[in-house]
Structures are given as C-alpha cells and as structure tokens.
C-alpha cells in the first residue's frame, strides 16, 4: 500500500487547508487511518483518527471544533479539513493507516511521506 499526501502550503493564521491522502495498492488490508503531525523538535502526535467500521472519529485537544478528519473508501481517500489554522499547527502532517496487527501510530503501519503546513501569524 502507498499512502500519498497532498494538500499542504503556506497559509496566514485563520485560514482554511485541506489535506487529502490517497491510498493505493492493496487497499482492501486497511483498517482504521489517521493523521499525525511532527513540528521542528516536538514528537509526532496524534492529530486526528476515524475508524475503518462506522467511520467513529477523534482528535487531539487543539484541534477540536477547527479540524475534522473524514475518509471515502470508494475514492480510497481520506482528508483532514483544517478551519482556523494557527501558527502552532505548523508541522509535517503525516497520513497513517493500521493494517493487520499494527494499529495506528506502529512503524510497520502505512505512513504517507508528509506534507507540510506553515501558518504565518
């Protein structure tokens, strides 16, 4: 399975971007998908998640009520839409997807190859 990224740019605090991952290859192995994010000299975290079986969704604390995470299996896509961005959610966003016995988050998941987002205040 690859897992392509899109989406990412440059935008001014406030402002809106959309990011799509797209999923090809064995498709039919994917369970549930998530984004993560890594800014200069932080963690990768979290962001958002949305399960393979009644699309149930969740998010990281700072995110909530500005981003929402949604998936189309039939296009074998999923997207995070991200209202009000700020200067703080600058990082790479990396797309995830849990398959077999590695859940969301393990190295030998899915990971696209990142897109970055800067928000200039």
């Known amino acids: 399975v690859q897992l392509v990224e899109s989406g990412g740019g440059l935008v001014q605090a406030g402002g809106s971007l959309r990011l799509s991952c797209a999923a090809s290859?064995?498709?039919?192995?994917?369970?549930?998908m998530a984004w993560y994010r890594q800014a200069p000299g932080k963690q990768r975290e979290l962001v958002a998640l949305?399960?393979?079986?009644?699309?149930?969704?969740n998010y990281e604390d700072s995110v909530k009520g500005r981003f929402t995470i949604s998936r189309d299996n039939a296009k074998n896509t999923m997207y995070l839409q991200m209202n009000n961005l700020k200067p703080e959610d600058t990082a790479v966003y990396y797309c995830n997807a849990a398959w077999g016995d590695y859940g969301l988050g393990s190295g030998l998941g899915y990971w696209g190859q990142g897109t970055q987002v800067t928000v200039s205040s």
């Open positions: 290859g064995s498709t039919f192995s994917i369970n549930d």
């Open positions: 949305i399960t393979s079986v009644g699309g149930s969704t």
